[in-house]
T-cell receptor, first 113, second 113 residues
Framework: DAMVIQNPRYQVTQFGKPVTLSCSQT?????MYWYQQKSSQAPKLLFH???????NEADTPDNFQSRRPNTSFCFLDIRSPGLGDTAMYLC????????????FGSGTQLSVL | SQKIEQNSEALNIQEGKTATLTCNYT??????LQWYRQDPGRGPVFLLL?????KEKRKERLKVTFDTTLKQSLFHITASQPADSATYLC????????????FGAGTRLFVKA
């Protein structure tokens, strides 16, 4: 089945230690998103790619970076995680020009200790 | 300021009854509005989309209404079942163009057998 896969499912890191979360998709969608969701809060868009074009949200901290080496893969790099970065990180995809419903992965639960 | 508001209080209903969830938004002009289901520790799953020029959309036991004058969407689940217990998120795409989808924090629904 076509899907969005996130790895790892759970990640524990130490304060200040860089971490990378990965996302892959077999849907061949041209838009990929990263959302941050803290407990009982709304998913918050960090950035998205439309093909190779990167779009950063104005309030996304500089600590958060992303890479999209090809259509199928997208990475979220957190350069120096703080305790406040503990959250679920959700990758999503959509196809531009359609209904543009989002297809989400299962998420990576990141804990910063 | 721009806001999407959903009732943060959980909704408890008896099996077989209709669940009605509310989404209100402020200072947005949505191109369309979407509803997603999210189970604990999982990514959201798309349910329904309704466009700004549509009043109502149905899919099986689900119904969504959209009132752009009231700036409100209602989401109904008829003949609810315990398996419908989850958090339901409202999301909108502003008509300013681009790919940004903004989410509400969701309402938790519990359906008792």
């Amino acid at each position: 089945d076509a899907m969005v896969i996130q790895n790892p499912r759970y990640q524990v890191t130490q304060f200040g230690k860089p971490v990378t979360l990965s996302c892959s998709q077999t849907l061949n969608h041209n838009v990929m998103y990263w959302y941050q969701q803290k407990s009982s809060q709304a998913p918050k868009l960090l950035f998205h790619y439309y093909d190779k074009d990167f779009n950063n949200e104005a309030d996304t901290p500089d600590n958060f970076q992303s890479r999209r080496p090809n259509t199928s893969f997208c990475f979220l790099d957190i350069r120096s995680p703080g305790l406040g970065d503990t959250a679920m990180y959700l990758c999503a995809t959509s196809r531009a020009g359609t209904e543009e419903k989002l297809f989400f992965g299962s998420g990576t639960q990141l804990s910063v200790l | 300021s721009q806001k999407i508001e959903q009732n943060s209080e959980a909704l408890n209903i008896q099996e077989g009854k209709t669940a009605t969830l509310t989404c209100n938004y402020t200072n947005y002009s949505p191109a369309y509005l979407q509803w997603y289901r999210q189970d604990p520790g999982r990514g959201p799953v798309f349910l329904l989309l309704i466009r700004e020029n549509e009043k109502e959309k149905r899919k099986e036991r689900l119904k969504v209404t959209f009132d752009t004058t009231l700036k409100q969407s209602l989401f109904h689940i008829t003949a609810s079942q315990p398996a419908d217990s989850a958090t339901y998120l409202c999301a909108l795409r502003p008509n300013t163009g681009g790919f940004k989808t903004i989410f509400g924090a969701g309402t938790r629904l519990f359906v008792k057998a």
